[in-house]
Structures are given as structure tokens and as C-alpha cells.
């Protein structure tokens, strides 16, 4: 049967429905590339919204999905275990930064962040300070589509001012602006802006929220790992959860297994999903330490955590993602994400004609992630079809043009997405 006998009922994500053109459809992939219907190869420059990190149809991911598949698809958390949710939670803990020592399992990266919001909302009120309800977020920040992370979105270029009367407030500071590379001096302005707001409103702040080093769908916004310390520094004065959405960041994006590995910052939560699986199921983890799981300890019915996702723990997700995290270490993707990076240094920032174009305002690099900054989103019209013809899937967020490639992407793959990049500036 023809897909152009009618249109598809699939309704698509952020899309006009007026303007938007029938999906391309994908039947299949191998390493960094996808196959669409027709036989059409796309190199793709996203990972599928970062979360296939070891490429399509990696066959040691599929193959510990059927094995599982042939034990036990899913069964309930609630009030039962299984080997795989057991095991990834000890492996989580032992990967993650120091401290963080219980992992309780959602399906998204947005029920993750909601997770340990409501975490850091309960946790006040069972140590008596129940005025501790809100929550601090940062200009740029993208938390999720459900309405507790709308809430911590960027109220005003965020994609949710409209349903601003619909969302519960929260306080915010700027986003910062030192780069990564910044001297600690540097970062010093963006502290004092983070502590003026702590200042006045502590009393009632849960948590600071961040996605730590790269607020990424906000506009891939790069800062210094010494925020990161004084962000630490500062919730400690003030009383205040540290909490580290490392959804994007998370399994090695900025270089490093994890952000907070580069400043060496333990947060009290961080919640972990997209890369978690190597892409391959939904899933998602938030964990704490010590201090934030203790409180949960006591004889009263509020001592409970309440909550509880259905899918939680499944059986499949735990275990893809416990061959996704073997693979990682056992071929050690640290170093193949550093001689990504290294391309995407020589070929996009060190390209002094690229820096110097008029449409382009910045390039930032960090990690196995690379964006060129436009000045407007009108610059970037027709990107990705001018892409596809070349045979790269590019797929921009507003005024920002960037790559985050799956790491066994090759160098020649990955000079093929820069020079895709580029050429959109300097060879039209
Ligand atoms: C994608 C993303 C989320 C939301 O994850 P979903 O799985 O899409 O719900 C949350 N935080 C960050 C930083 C993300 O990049």
C-alpha cells in the first residue's frame, strides 16, 4: 500500500501543519547512516536528537535486546526487582560522579528532571522547610515538554511562553556567559548574577537546576566548568539542591563521561536519559546522594516517595543500556569522542572564513558537539534540504546550525558533516 494514498495521521513534533511537507520515511540504518524508503542514504549530523551514540543497528545493542526479550520484556517495580534494573543502577553509580548512590528509573529525560524536581520539593519539606517550594533555572534552559519542565524552560526565547499562565513560576538567573574555556576571574559576573537571585529569594528555592557546560536546546550555550564550582559553592551557603540535567550532556557529549566530571562538582541529583540507552528504548534515571535519600527515611506515610512511572526499570531498557555503557568503556569512546572533537576544532573553528561571515556570529565547540551561530533563523532556510542533497541530515534549532554526531562516526564522516556545514555559509 502507497503512503501517498492519504496523508499520514502521524502527527510530527514542533511541526506546522500547514507548511510541513510529508515526512521522509526511514526503514532502516547502519553505523552513523540512516536508509530512507527508495533506498536514499542520509549521514546524520544529529544522532537522532543526540541519543543514538553508537549508530543505528549496532549489533551488540540488538542483540542484548532479544536476548532480553527472550527472559522478560517488563515486569513492575513496584514492589518487585529484576537483574538488569539492579545491575545498571550499580553500574550508574559506579560511572557517575562520586557520591551519587541511588538511581530511581523513569522513561524520558523530561520525567527524569520531574523526578528530581519533586525530589528537591519533598526532600525541603521532610526536613521542615516546607517554604522551600520553587525553583531556580537559568536563562536558555531546556528542562522538557511536560509542564513541570516547561515551567524551568527559558520563559521568554524558550519554545512555552504561551502556556506561561498555565505554568507554575519559578525564579531564574541568567544564563551564563563565560566560554569553556574561561579563566576563573571570568566566570566571576555570572556568579554574582546566580548569587543575587539566591540572595533574595533562598527562603523559597528547592533547587538550582542546570544542564551543566552546554545548555544545549536552548541554543547550544557553552560555559566554564568554574561555574559549575561556584554554582556548588553557592547552593551549599544557601541551602539550596544542586541538581545537574545531564540528559544531553551525559555518556561523554562534552568530552568527558559526564559534565560534572570536568569540574569535579558532585551534584546532589543529576538525571541521566537520551545517551543512556545508546538511543535504542526510552528511558531515564535520576540520582542522589546520600543526604537527599536519607531524608526519605522516617516513619511518617510522607516519607514515601511518590512516584512511580509504569514503565520504570524495564527489563529491555536496563539491559540495552548496560551493553550501550559496555561498549563505551570497552572500546573506549572517550578517545574517539576526542579525535572527533579534534576534527570539529580544525575544520569548523580554526576556519577563519567561516568565523568572518556575515551571517555567522559565532562557532563553539565542546566535545563531541559543534554549533555555528547565525545571527537570525532566516539565515539558515533551506539548510536542510541543501544538506540532504549532499547526503547529510542536518537539522538546525532556530538560529543555531549544529552537529552531535554518533561517536563511531568516522573522521571522514564527520569532515563530510563540517564541510556540509560550512558550505552552507561559504559555497552557496
Ligand atoms: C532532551 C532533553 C530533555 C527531555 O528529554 P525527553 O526524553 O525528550 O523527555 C531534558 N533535558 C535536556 C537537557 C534535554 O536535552
Redesign the pocket.
Known amino acids: 500500500m502507497s503512503s501517498t494514498l492519504s496523508p499520514s495521521p502521524v502527527w510530527h513534533p514542533y511541526a506546522h501543519l500547514k507548511s510541513q511537507r510529508p515526512a521522509p520515511k526511514v526503514v532502516g540504518g547502519e553505523g552513523p547512516r540512516f536508509i530512507l524508503e527508495g533506498g536514499e542514504t542520509l549521514l546524520d549530523a544529529t544522532c537522532s536528537w543526540w541519543c543514538m551514540i553508537h549508530g543505528y543497528a549496532h549489533p551488540r545493542l540488538v542483540a542484548a535486546i532479544r536476548e532480553q526479550a527472550g527472559e522478560l520484556c517488563h515486569v513492575m517495580l513496584g514492589g518487585l526487582s529484576h537483574e538488569p534494573a539492579d545491575r545498571l543502577a550499580r553500574a550508574l553509580v559506579r560511572v557517575t560522579p562520586e557520591g551519587l548512590n541511588h538511581v530511581f528509573f523513569s522513561d524520558?529525560?523530561?520525567v527524569g528532571?520531574e523526578v528530581a524536581m519533586k525530589m528537591a520539593v519533598q526532600y525541603h519539606q521532610l526536613r521542615g522547610k516546607p517554604g522551600k517550594h520553587r525553583l531556580l533555572s537559568l536563562m536558555k534552559a531546556?528542562?522538557?515538554?511536560t509542564a513541570g519542565c516547561m515551567a524551568v524552560c527559558d520563559p521568554e526565547e524558550g519554545m512555552h511562553s504561551l502556556f506561561a499562565g498555565y505554568l507554575p513560576q519559578h525564579h531564574f538567573a541568567p544564563a551564563p556567559t563565560a566560554p569553556f574555556d574561561a579563566e576563573p576571574e571570568a566566570v566571576a559576573a555570572d556568579l554574582a548574577a546566580l548569587r543575587e537571585v539566591l540572595e533574595r529569594h533562598h527562603h523559597a528555592i528547592a533547587a538550582l537546576l542546570m544542564?551543566p557546560l552546554l545548555q544545549?536546546?536552548g541554543g547550544l550555550n557553552m560555559t566554564s566548568p568554574h561555574y559549575l564550582q561556584g554554582a556548588r559553592r553557592l547552593c551549599d551557603e544557601f541551602d539550596v539542591l544542586l541538581v545537574f540535567?545531564e540528559?544531553?550532556t551525559g555518556f561523554g557529549r562534552t568530552g568527558r563521561m559526564f559534565a560534572a566530571n570536568h569540574a569535579e562538582v558532585t551534584p546532589d541529583i543529576m538525571v541521566l536519559?537520551?545517551g543512556l540507552t545508546g538511543g535504542y528504548l526510552?528511558h531515564a534515571a535520576t540520582l542522589a546522594n546520600d543526604r537527599v535519600h536519607d531524608a526519605f527515611i522516617g516513619d511518617s506515610p510522607e516519607h514515601a516517595f511518590l512516584h512511580g512511572p509504569t514503565f520504570m526499570g524495564n527489563p529491555l531498557a536496563c539491559r540495552v543500556a548496560l551493553e550501550s555503557l559496555a561498549v563505551f568503556e570497552e572500546e573506549d569512546y572517550l578517545s574517539r569522542i576526542a579525535a572527533l572533537n579534534r576534527v570539529l576544532q580544525k575544520e569548523l573553528l580554526a576556519d577563519e572564513a567561516l568565523r568572518a561571515h556575515p551571517a555567522v556570529s559565532d562557532v563553539r565547540v565542546l566535545g563531541a558537539t559543534a554549533v555555528i551561530e547565525a545571527h537570525a533563523a532566516g539565515e539558515l532556510a533551506g539548510v536542510g534540504d541543501w544538506a540532504r542533497e549532499r547526503g547529510v541530515w542536518l537539522r538546525p534549532i532556530g538560529r543555531w546550525l549544529y552537529t552531535m554526531p554518533a561517536y563511531i562516526t568516522a573522521e571522514d564522516d564527520m569532515r563530510r558533516i563540517t564541510e556540509v556545514m560550512k558550505g552552507w555559509f561559504l559555497m552557496r
Open positions: 524520558s529525560g523530561s528532571m531546556y528542562h522538557g515538554d544542564e544545549a536546546a540535567d540528559v544531553a536519559s537520551k526510552g
